[in-house]
């Protein structure tokens, strides 16, 4: 399907200028999303978190990413002890996901800086799922970025768009780091809400509640 890496959604997950459990509650928000978009049979690629890293840029395509994104978007709250710093009072965390514009501008890559690997077509479908390798996973070397494409029968049809989807999310990381004072004051205006979270987890172990 010509066109199909338009409908691609970016996301990015941030602690804000909150403390380190709020860095880890983000951690946490990825693998949980990684793990949704996984069983719904979504695409999802990401920046290489770093441990340190108070906000993490992603990417979500296929049917039903518009959803998938609407249930994320918003306030989550993690309540739990601080593991990090023992004896803390504070037990509830609050970060944010946002959907953001994907730049209009994407950068150029070199094709010594890919790195294509295959897998079998996976996701909902059972007998008739694709069960040949045509799903292909592209790792940007030089920056650990990856995503996932498998929306098509073909694998040179898979490659392009995975190629589009890397770049999409290079773009978004190169404007970022190109003017840090920016990001800052776009991290600002979207404050994080702690009144009122669309998702809250809870534990070490991540539990959702409700």
């Avoid at 990015?12 to 990684?34: F, K, N, Q, S, Y």
């Avoid at 920046?47 to 978007?73: H, K, M």
């Avoid at 799903?135 to 073909?154: F, Q, Y």
Wanted: charged share 30%; glycine share 10%; aromatic share 6%.
């Amino acid at each position: 399907m010509e066109g199909q890496a338009v409908s691609d959604i970016l996301l990015c997950v941030t602690a804000g200028r909150g403390p380190a459990e709020c860095r880890l509650a983000v951690e946490h928000v990825i693998d949980a999303m990684r793990g949704e978009a996984e069983t719904a049979g979504l695409t999802f690629g990401e920046e290489a978190p770093d441990g340190n890293s108070g906000s993490v840029l992603l990417t979500i395509a296929g049917e039903g990413c518009e959803g998938f994104a609407r249930s994320w978007v918003g306030t989550i709250q993690w309540i739990a002890r601080s593991e990090i710093r023992p004896g803390h009072k504070r037990k509830n965390w609050f970060i944010a996901v946002r959907r953001i514009d994907p730049t209009k501008r994407k950068p150029e890559i070199a094709a010594n800086e890919l790195r294509f690997e295959t897998m079998r077509a996976g996701g909902p479908g059972g007998q008739h799922q694709n069960r040949t390798e045509s799903a292909v996973r592209l790792v940007h070397v030089p920056t650990g970025l990856s995503v996932i494409a498998r929306d098509e029968r073909s694998q040179h049809r898979n490659k392009a768009l995975a190629t589009e989807r890397i770049r999409a999310l290079l773009g978004a990381v190169h404007e970022r780091n190109r003017d840090a004072a920016r990001f800052r004051d776009w991290l600002a205006k979207i404050a994080i809400e702690r009144g009122n979270p669309i998702r809250t987890y809870e534990g070490q172990e991540f539990r959702r509640r409700g």
